[in-house]
């Protein structure tokens, strides 16, 4: 288990960091325009004009916590959100990537249960 966890933690971490980081310094091929749903979807985020620098921030952050094991318990709980959103934008909105959201997700979920005996002190009722 102790192994499992670390794979998994870092490469989450590593992901989270791609995808900040090439957010951040337009690295990697461009995307499509998006188009539909996704296209409104979009432009009420850039409209928001914070929303997305955010999300990249609080990725970044998580992904290096993540990746360094250094309150990697925090970087778990910062992400969930943004991978709960993941995954419902490719199964709601687009149908697209859906095996990629989904690994994200069952990643982060995987992580609060490898790490759910320091989170019991949150939860105690």
Not at 46 to 52: G, L, N, V
Not at 69 to 74: A, I, Q, V
Request: charged share 10%; net charge positive.
């Amino acid at each position: 288990m102790k192994i499992a966890t670390i794979i998994v933690r870092v490469l989450l971490g590593a992901m989270m960091l791609f995808a900040s980081i090439s957010y951040f310094f337009k690295i990697g091929p461009q995307q499509p325009a998006p188009t539909g749903d996704l296209a409104t979807l979009m432009t009420g985020f850039m409209a928001s004009k914070y929303i997305f620098p955010v999300a990249k921030t609080i990725e970044l952050l998580a992904g290096l916590m993540l990746v360094s094991g250094k309150f990697s318990r925090l970087g778990t709980i910062l992400l969930m959100p943004i991978s709960v959103n993941i995954f419902l934008i490719h199964m709601v909105v687009t149908g697209t990537d859906i095996p990629m959201s989904t690994a994200i997700l069952l990643a982060n979920v995987f992580l609060i249960y490898a790490y759910w005996n320091d989170f019991k002190v949150i939860v105690k009722p």
